[in-house]
């Protein structure tokens, strides 16, 4: 056998041992994706040998009509398997879109959403006015002028593509967790929490749907799982911000961590915050966002306190302080930390610190308070020294 011949029988073994090996009853994306481009890869092997192998001896002659004949089988078993993956995907898109009417026209009617034309003043609605664009892309969709056969790729003819969808939900579902913030804080506002529970509620639909329409983008997901914090189900928003992690071929944003650490901590779980927060933080120096590392080493200090580590809580208030010397809660917690440490005199230099701070914004009552624990320090080191 010549050494073309024996080439090119080996490629046609290794194409019959994957169709071998493949199980297309599992009907996982998995082995679809496999299998298409396995048979792509078949059908370019046995062009390669009829082009190039112009002495074929009998066995790799009939290797070669064997496996033809499984390709043959294989192509039309994949274009079945093709086809109901494409039905499912319709089906999937099609109520997708039905949810895309029902929470648009739920926020026009509740006021989440006003329209251009409506003006501000007293009374006015609270709503947020959303893009132009976003508006159009979901009105298109709520009366059905802007089709809704084609929901598993670029639209192409129908008026919107599936990015410009997910970019409206997005927006969408930031109105509604806004919303629902903002009744979650008024004290006048009834009913309550369960209003503002439904507008976190629909802003996770909101999210939910961008995730199927924009893959992988952090984004979208970091939304999604802080809705589901607000609405306390903390062991979805954890998941959700791994999934986030995980999409991105293991690629860790700092923002993406800190919500990640936010999940563990309203849970208690002070230590893994901590860690967690600390992996934010260090990806946020690295991207030299200040603003971040300086919320990121905040939050540290919030869960040392949490484990009564006061020292380290103090450094931690201490480091974001100097990063962002205007803000005195950043001193009062250092100072706070300090005193529950039992470190008195640094404790009352800082309260002092803070007092002289908040004044300078006018916040008198809080001034008034950082001297009085000053006092209290001072009395302390007092005691202590006796």
């Known amino acids: 056998m010549t050494e073309g011949n024996k080439s090119s029988l080996l490629g046609i073994r290794k194409v019959e041992k994957f169709y071998n090996d493949s199980d297309l009853l599992s009907g996982s994306f998995q082995i679809v994706e496999e299998g298409n481009a396995g048979l792509a890869n078949a059908k370019m092997t046995i062009q390669k040998i009829e082009n190039s192998v112009g002495d074929m001896n009998e066995e790799l002659s009939m290797a070669l009509e064997s496996v033809k004949k499984q390709v043959v089988l294989f192509e039309s078993r994949m274009k079945k398997v093709n086809d109901e993956l494409t039905k499912i995907f319709v089906r999937l898109g099609s109520g997708l879109l039905k949810e895309v009417k029902r929470v648009f026209i739920y926020a026009k009617e509740n006021g989440v959403i006003i329209s251009a034309d409506d003006a501000g003043g007293d009374g006015a609605a609270p709503g947020y006015k959303l893009d132009p664009a976003h508006i159009n892309v979901l009105s298109m969709i709520a009366t059905g002028s802007g089709g809704d056969n084609d929901v598993t ?100 944003h700092a923002e993406t961590m800190y919500n990640l ?126």
Not at 307 to 322: F, G, I, R
């Open 153 to 252: 790729s670029e639209n192409d003819g129908a008026g919107w593509t599936d990015s410009q969808l997910a970019s409206a939900m997005l927006e969408l579902g930031g109105a509604f967790d806004r919303i629902g913030n903002q009744r979650l804080g008024d004290l006048t506002l009834t009913p309550k929490p369960n209003d503002s529970n439904d507008m976190f509620g629909n802003a996770v639909r909101c999210f939910g749907i961008a995730s199927c329409f924009k893959l992988n983008d952090c984004d979208v997901l970091c939304n999604l799982a802080k809705c589901y914090e607000e609405l306390g189900m903390s062991d979805v928003a954890i998941d959700v911000v791994k999934d986030s992690i995980s999409l991105t071929n293991g690629t860790q």
């Open 261 to 386: 650490a936010t999940s563990f901590e309203s849970k208690g779980d002070f230590q893994k915050a901590t860690k967690i927060y600390q992996r934010a933080s260090e990806l946020a120096a690295k991207d030299g966002n200040v603003d971040m590392l300086c919320t990121c080493l905040r939050s540290i200090g919030v869960c040392l306190d949490g484990c009564e580590k006061w020292k380290e809580a103090a450094k931690a208030y201490l480091v974001a302080s100097e990063l962002s010397p205007s803000l005195p809660e950043l001193v009062s917690a250092r100072a706070i930390s300090l005193k529950n440490g039992g470190i008195y005199g640094d404790a009352k230099k800082a309260f002092l610190e803070a007092k002289e701070l908040f004044s300078e914004k006018g916040l008198e009552d809080h001034a008034d308070e950082c001297k009085a624990q000053a006092d209290e320090c001072e009395g302390l080191e007092n005691q202590s020294s006796v």
